[in-house]
């Protein structure tokens, strides 16, 4: 069983910066963080191949945001920056197949993630 922790989350003022972290498989999986606000439905942030070499944003996170790995310490990061106040949410890492990462379309369709998180809280005041 796969187990995924994250960790980094917490309360932070507008155009400030947070890192999050996830505890990812020893195994070949491509990895995501999504996140959840109050009363909407979960939405796709980020993914980022396993070999790293792919990287795939939503657009209101680009520029703004950076997924990142590190296999040797099987973590996986998001770097936030100029945070907004519509970043807050509950952010959830996931893992799936190593082919989902080929293609947008794929990668941010959260069915496609065979394990999740529980999830870590963002809120970004104004």
């Known amino acids: 069983q796969v187990q995924l922790v994250e960790s980094g989350g917490g309360l932070m003022q507008a155009g400030g910066s947070l890192r999050l972290s996830c505890s990812a498989p020893g195994r070949a999986y491509t990895m995501a963080w999504f996140r959840q606000a109050p009363g909407k439905e979960r939405e796709f942030v980020a993914a980022?191949?396993?070999?790293?070499?792919?990287?795939l944003y939503e657009d209101s996170v680009k520029g703004r945001f950076t997924i990142s790995r590190d296999n040797a310490k099987n973590t996986v990061y998001l770097q936030m920056n100029s945070l907004k106040p519509e970043d807050t949410a509950v952010y959830y890492c996931?893992?799936?197949?190593?082919?989902?990462?080929?293609?947008?379309?794929?990668?941010?369709?959260?069915?496609?993630?065979?394990?999740w998180g529980q999830g870590t809280q963002v809120t970004v005041s104004s």
């Open positions: 996931a893992a799936g197949p190593t082919y989902i990462s080929n293609y947008y379309s794929t990668a941010s369709q959260s069915q496609n993630y065979n394990y």
């Open positions: 980022i191949s396993w070999t790293g070499g792919t990287t």
